[in-house]
């Protein structure tokens, strides 16, 4: 099993334009979210899946979209990049309930809006 | 509302010291869970524990020690003679089994000098 894949590692961005960051997973885990990092916040919930079909708003969903058409795969969108999206984003799966609840991370992309 | 409150920023140590990572949490729901994941320089997120609400005793991993007290709702991680390798940042962070999203805290910097 590959786990939680991410791509891209890195990106750089100029203001106003939109890129997907890619997850997916191989564990036929139910539950997929988005978290990103800023120095000193810890990790905030983006959007999350409950399920193929099924998504809903986290924490700080403002400029970010998200579909999951899916069990594998969740992109998350940015639709027009601002500098304060400037960060490091987790995709992150699980189980889901009933099960354990542990959180399988991806590695991570850092991702730089000029 | 979930919140998760890691006081310590940042705490630097001499190597062979012990040291302890506070974790405070609050939530209104009577099941949950609490993990501690550690984050190298080299970014990625590494799992180490996870203690559900129904379940206070304190946990023993080699170095690592785990105090969970309900009363305080605390949560606190205690590394045993620490080693430069422990370097790292620290999360605390807070699972309701409703959302099954996590709440982090800040994060702990942890500096160990040789």
């Known amino acids: 099993n590959a786990g939680v894949t991410q791509t891209p590692k890195f990106q750089v961005l100029k203001t106003g334009q939109s890129m997907t960051l890619q997850c997916a997973q191989d564990?036929?885990?139910?539950?997929m979210s988005w978290y990103r990092q800023d120095p000193g916040m810890g990790l905030r919930l983006i959007h999350y899946?409950?399920?193929?079909?099924?998504?809903d708003q986290g924490e700080v969903p403002n400029g970010y979209n998200v579909s999951r058409s899916t069990t594998e795969d969740f992109p998350l969108r940015l639709l027009s990049a601002a500098p304060s999206q400037t960060s490091v984003y987790f995709c992150?799966?699980?189980?889901?309930?009933?099960?354990?609840?542990?959180?399988?991370f991806g590695p991570g992309t850092r991702l730089t809006v000029t | 509302a979930q919140k998760v409150t890691q006081a310590q920023t940042e705490i630097s140590v001499v190597e062979k010291e012990d040291v302890t990572l506070d974790c405070v949490y609050e939530t209104r729901d009577t099941t949950y869970y609490l993990f501690w994941y550690k984050q190298p320089p080299s970014g990625e997120l590494v799992f180490l524990i996870r203690?559900?609400?129904?379940?206070?005793q304190n946990e023993i991993s080699g170095r690592y020690s785990w105090n969970f007290q309900k009363s305080t709702s605390s949560f606190n991680f205690t590394i045993t003679a620490s080693q430069v390798v422990d370097s790292a940042v620290y999360f605390c962070?807070?699972?309701?089994?409703?959302?099954?999203?996590?709440?982090f805290g800040g994060g702990t910097r942890l500096m160990v000098k040789p």
């Open positions: 564990m036929n885990h139910e539950y």
């Open positions: 203690r559900n609400s129904f379940d206070e």
């Open positions: 962070a807070l699972l309701i089994r409703a959302g099954n999203m996590l709440t």
């Open positions: 992150a799966s699980s189980p889901g309930t009933g099960v354990s609840y542990e959180q399988y």
């Open positions: 899946s409950v399920g193929a079909g099924i998504t």
